[in-house]
C-alpha cells in the first residue's frame, strides 16, 4: 500500500471549473477519484479507504461503471472523510425542516377517503393544493449549483439498478438505498440550469424513481410510506404528463390496497388507472390495470366479470409492442407473467362457493408460470410456486401442494427480504393446514415456523 496520506480537506477544492462539493452532492464518484489520483493518489490507496479493488476505482474514475449501491458509497463517504450529507447520506444538520412541523406527512394519519379523493383529482389533472399532506417527509439537502442530463441519467440509472435487485431479493434488499437516493435526486428539482426538456425528463425520472420506492415500502408491508412515495409519484408524472407513468401509479396503489384486503378501494384506484391509461393509448398499461381489476373481481367472486377482465387483458397484451412499451410494463409482457396473475386470479375465484371449477384453471396457469419464469425474477418464481401449491391443494393435490409449498420456502430462504413473500406463505399454511397429514404439507408447516423469511 502507498504511503501518501489523502488530506482529509481534498474535498473542499474544485475540479474542472467545479466545487468537489457540488460533484459529491451529485454522486460524481468519477470526479472525485480522478482529481485525487491526478495529484498523486494511486487507485490502490484509493480502494484500500474505500474498501474497493484498484481495477474497480481506476473502472469508476474512467466512467465504466456507475456507483449506485448504498453501501458502497457509505464506505467511500467514511474511507474519504467526506461529510455524508454532502452526498444524500443523511440529515444536513443546518438544513431547515422540509415543511413546517405542523405539515409533516410522518405526523399525519391517512384518512384512506380523503387519499383517495385527492388522486383522483389528479388523475383528472388537478393537483389538489393541500397536496403536500400525503407525500412523503423526505430529508432536506442542499440543492446543487447545477443540474445536467447527465445527472437525470444518473437518476434513471439508480431505478432501473434498484428495480433489478427488488426482483431478484426483494424490498428489503434495497428499500433504504432507495430512499435515501430519492431525497438526493429531489434536490434537483431546485438546482439552477433546468431548462424545460430537462425538467421534464427529470419530473418523469422522480417519479419513477418515488413509484419504485413506493413498491418497495409495499413489499415490507409499509404500507403508508408505499402511499406517500406513490402519492408523490402521481403528482411528478402528472407535471410531465407522464401518462403511462400515472396509470402505473394508480395500479401499485391499487394492489397496496388489495393486499390489506381493501377490495372495493382497489377498484377505484384501477378504474382511475384505467382512465389516464386509455387517455394515454399505451396498451401494456391498459392490460395490466384490466388484469387486477379481474384480482380485485375475483376477491369479490364476480366470476363473468374476471373471465371479462382477463379477456380484456390478452386482447390489449396481443396490440403492445414490445420494443416501445414503457420499462416498468415490461413485466406484464412476458408469458410467464400472464400466467402468473391468471394462475392467482382463478385460485382466488376458486375459493368462493360455487366457483370451485376454477381451480382446474389455476393450476393450469401456475403450471405454465412455473414452466416459463426466468431465474432473475426470484420473487416472482416463489409467487409462482405459491400458485402452484394453492391451486394443487384447491384440485385435491394435497402432496403436490406440498411439495411447491416446500419449493417457494426453499427459494425464499435464497436471499429474498420481502413480507408480502411471507404474507402468501402464511395465507398458504392457513389453506393446506387441515391436510397437514399429508407429509409434504407437514413439512411445509415445519420449515414455516422455523424459517426466517
Known amino acids: 500500500m502507498p504511503d501518501a496520506v489523502i488530506d482529509p480537506q481534498w474535498h473542499t477544492a474544485t475540479y474542472g471549473g467545479s466545487r468537489l462539493r457540488d460533484l459529491l452532492d451529485r454522486h460524481d464518484i468519477a470526479a472525485a477519484f480522478c482529481y485525487l489520483h491526478d495529484r498523486g493518489t494511486a487507485y490502490s490507496r484509493i480502494g484500500a479507504?474505500?474498501?474497493?479493488?484498484?481495477?474497480?476505482?481506476?473502472?469508476?474514475?474512467?466512467?465504466?461503471?456507475?456507483?449506485?449501491?448504498?453501501?458502497?458509497?457509505?464506505?467511500?463517504?467514511?474511507?474519504l472523510a467526506i461529510p455524508r450529507h454532502w452526498m444524500g447520506l443523511s440529515r444536513a444538520a443546518p438544513a431547515p425542516p422540509s415543511r413546517p412541523p405542523s405539515e409533516q406527512a410522518a405526523g399525519d394519519v391517512i384518512d384512506h377517503r380523503e387519499l383517495l379523493a385527492a388522486v383522483a383529482a389528479i388523475a383528472?389533472?388537478?393537483?389538489?393544493?393541500?397536496?403536500?399532506?400525503?407525500?412523503?417527509?423526505?430529508?432536506?439537502?442542499?440543492?446543487?449549483?447545477?443540474?445536467?442530463?447527465?445527472?437525470?441519467?444518473?437518476?434513471?440509472?439508480?431505478?432501473?439498478?434498484?428495480?433489478?435487485?427488488?426482483?431478484?431479493?426483494?424490498?428489503?434488499?434495497?428499500?433504504?438505498?432507495?430512499?435515501?437516493?430519492?431525497?438526493?435526486?429531489?434536490?434537483?428539482?431546485h438546482a439552477d440550469g433546468?431548462?424545460?426538456?430537462?425538467?421534464?425528463?427529470?419530473?418523469?425520472?422522480?417519479?419513477?424513481?418515488h413509484n419504485l420506492v413506493g413498491w418497495l415500502a409495499h413489499d415490507l408491508d409499509d404500507h403508508d410510506t408505499a402511499r406517500r412515495h406513490l402519492t408523490q409519484s402521481l403528482v411528478l408524472a402528472?407535471?410531465?404528463?407522464?401518462?403511462?407513468?400515472?396509470?402505473?401509479?394508480y395500479y401499485r396503489l391499487g394492489r397496496?390496497?388489495?393486499?390489506?384486503?381493501?377490495?372495493?378501494?382497489?377498484?377505484?384506484?384501477f378504474g382511475l388507472g384505467q382512465l389516464v391509461a386509455q387517455q394515454s393509448g399505451c396498451h401494456a398499461s391498459v392490460a395490466i390495470l384490466h388484469a387486477n381489476t379481474a384480482w380485485a373481481h375475483a376477491l369479490l367472486g364476480h366470476?363473468?366479470?374476471?373471465?371479462?377482465?382477463?379477456?380484456?387483458?390478452?386482447?390489449?397484451?396481443?396490440?403492445?409492442?414490445?420494443d416501445t412499451a414503457p420499462t416498468w410494463t415490461q413485466f406484464a409482457?412476458?408469458?410467464?407473467?400472464?400466467?402468473?396473475?391468471?394462475?392467482?386470479?382463478?385460485?382466488?375465484?376458486?375459493?368462493?362457493?360455487?366457483?370451485?371449477?376454477?381451480?382446474?384453471?389455476?393450476?393450469?396457469?401456475?403450471?405454465?408460470?412455473v414452466a416459463l419464469r426466468q431465474p432473475q425474477d426470484q420473487r416472482s418464481r416463489i409467487f409462482d410456486h405459491i400458485s402452484l401449491a394453492t391451486a394443487s391443494s384447491l384440485t385435491g393435490d394435497h402432496a403436490a401442494a406440498g411439495r411447491n409449498a416446500v419449493a417457494a420456502v426453499d427459494l425464499a430462504e435464497d436471499g429474498?427480504?420481502?413480507?408480502?413473500?411471507?404474507?402468501?406463505?402464511?395465507?398458504?399454511?392457513?389453506?393446506?393446514?387441515?391436510?397437514?397429514?399429508?407429509?409434504?404439507?407437514?413439512?411445509?408447516?415445519?420449515r414455516l415456523q422455523t424459517t426466517t423469511v
Not at 402528472?238 to 401509479?249: D, I, V
Not at 390489506?260 to 377498484?267: I, N, P, S
Open 256 to 269: 397496496v390496497s388489495l393486499h390489506q384486503h381493501r377490495t372495493e378501494e382497489a377498484m377505484h384506484l
Open 194 to 209: 433546468l431548462t424545460d426538456n430537462l425538467a421534464i425528463r427529470l419530473h418523469h425520472a422522480l417519479a419513477d424513481l
Open 49 to 79: 479507504a474505500t474498501g474497493l479493488t484498484a481495477s474497480r476505482v481506476c473502472e469508476i474514475a474512467h466512467r465504466q461503471r456507475v456507483v449506485t449501491d448504498y453501501r458502497v458509497l457509505e464506505r467511500i463517504a467514511e474511507g
Open 333 to 369: 409482457l412476458a408469458p410467464a407473467d400472464t400466467h402468473g396473475i391468471s394462475a392467482v386470479v382463478y385460485a382466488e375465484l376458486a375459493r368462493h362457493p360455487g366457483q370451485h371449477r376454477h381451480a382446474d384453471a389455476a393450476l393450469d396457469h401456475a403450471h405454465h408460470a
Open 303 to 322: 366470476d363473468r366479470h374476471v373471465i371479462d377482465s382477463l379477456t380484456r387483458a390478452r386482447d390489449e397484451l396481443r396490440q403492445a409492442d414490445p
Open 238 to 249: 402528472r407535471r410531465a404528463n407522464a401518462l403511462p407513468l400515472l396509470a402505473n401509479g
Open 124 to 189: 383528472v389533472g388537478a393537483i389538489p393544493t393541500d397536496v403536500e399532506r400525503w407525500l412523503p417527509d423526505l430529508a432536506c439537502l442542499t440543492p446543487p449549483a447545477n443540474v445536467s442530463a447527465a445527472d437525470v441519467d444518473t437518476v434513471e440509472t439508480i431505478t432501473t439498478v434498484h428495480r433489478r435487485r427488488d426482483a431478484v431479493a426483494g424490498g428489503g434488499a434495497c428499500l433504504n438505498s432507495a430512499r435515501a437516493y430519492v431525497a438526493w435526486a429531489g434536490q434537483l428539482l
Open 416 to 446: 429474498m427480504a420481502s413480507a408480502r413473500v411471507r404474507d402468501r406463505l402464511d395465507a398458504l399454511w392457513q389453506l393446506t393446514q387441515p391436510h397437514a397429514a399429508e407429509p409434504a404439507l407437514a413439512a411445509f408447516g415445519h
